[in-house]
């Protein structure tokens, strides 16, 4: 019997039905049991992000709330004031926005573009009851000028669509002008740009000071004995037994003018008068670095345990120094380990909120702070979303670059 029968024959078609079936059902047992876990990251990680993309984008305040102004303003050119029919669609959609106490709400959404108009909508809103009659353009003007702007009227025709451009273009220190074209917003309002910068630059700082203090303790790690390099271990990891906030009190209390360390330092003759060492980017960088610092040293001391002792004692043999065989030999195979811990360091930087808000001062904040100012006090989830959205895109585009530069596939974790 020839190899084609035996593989043609109806056993042997059964055999391999019978197989797939078999190996359809082991990939169905394990997609079963990654569910919860493909669940779990999309209800609480996947859509809050898409969310929060989306809230920066969309904004249908304006068109839900106004919907005869925006009908009336969508055969409006742009040029001047809209014409009276606009004016009437406008007075009737106040009388209803007072009606169902949704006039605040408007006025907060003009407000975001137009300071001061929170309250001018109100009272115009409440004024406009008593319209019954045109010409209502010349009628709403009187209640109050803001009717009779030309940037108000962009705004509102702006607002026809669900979606805006308006959070992200503020979150880039640009905005809207009168006419509607993109321009810069003056320099005693253009906060956020500074912030970007204020962010990377600190998440930078903070990510070359755990490497170069967290590389020698990370090498002793790896080189103790056994029973050194665990008591070692055990001071390293003993900070994540307590929380962020506990630490960095902690360094309120430690660098504080009459704290322990300027005590320590002025009884020392160092300096004769307290140093300002908190409240400041000094105390925000120490605070940091301390809190980070696990996480650098952690994914470096995973690579250097698989590092063998006889590469740097083949290389000592040859006739290299010790500095030399450290610089050539082992130091490049510890590379994987630096990028992993340099990065996991730096992106969690970025998101950093309690420790600036605590132990930095006014010009210390970082995005994050933003983001909990428009969400806590101002209830603008459109501007905490746009900052959120771009340092998300950040965070993405450093990723893209370092793994284009470095290669994601030579970080090991151990």
Known sequence: MTLAHVVGSPDSVLLRTKLKLIERRRKLKAFTLVLPLLLFIAIVFIL???????????????????PRTMAALNIWDGRGLPDEAAYAALANDLKEAWDQKTASEIGRRINYELPGATSQVTSSARKARELSIGPYKTALIEINPLWGRHDLWTLLKRGASAYTAYYLLRSMDLQFGSDGEIVPTPEDKAI????????????????????????????????????SSNLLMIMVVLPFWTSVLVRTTAWVVLLQRNGLVNEALMNLHVISQPAELIFNRFGTMVAMTHIQ?????????????????????????????????????????TLPGVAAGCLLTFILCLGYYITPALVGGPADQMVSYFVAHYLNEELNWGMASALGAILLATTLLLYYVFNKLVGVERIKMG
């Open 48 to 66: 809050p992000i898409g969310r929060m993309i989306l809230n920066a984008v969309h904004d249908d305040t304006l068109l839900r709330l106004m």
């Open 293 to 333: 610092l696990p996480f650098t040293i952690l994914p470096i001391y995973s690579v250097m345990k698989t590092i063998s002792p006889n590469y740097v004692r083949a290389a000592r043999s040859l006739g290299a120094g010790p500095f030399y065989a450290f610089w050539k030999v082992y130091f490049p195979q």
């Open 192 to 227: 956020f740009r500074d912030a970007f910068i204020r962010t990377l630059s600190i998440s930078l700082g903070v990510t070359v000071a755990t490497l170069l203090l967290g590389y020698p303790v990370a090498y002793l790690l790896a080189t103790l004995p056994a029973r």
